[in-house]
């Protein structure tokens, strides 16, 4: 039995820190802004931040990012 609970205090990344997680370059996670994908993010005195959920799920879409955060980062650590 699983339940869907909702997060009450969400992880906020910011882009370089959100790359070395997912094991890709920093200019991927802004591209990935600047398109409009599903990123969670704010900005907070010029700065994104990155929600950590949407960053996995982003990172899970594509078969290439996701070989790249299994092998280059968190996924290592699993």
Known sequence: MTQDKEIITPL???VSSSAK???????TIRRAIKNNSELKYKIIKNRYKIELGSLLSFLNKNIKLKNKLKKNGLGQYL
Request: aromatic share 20%; no cysteine.
């Open 12 to 14: 906020w990344f910011s």
């Open 21 to 27: 997680l997912g094991g890709v370059d920093p200019k």
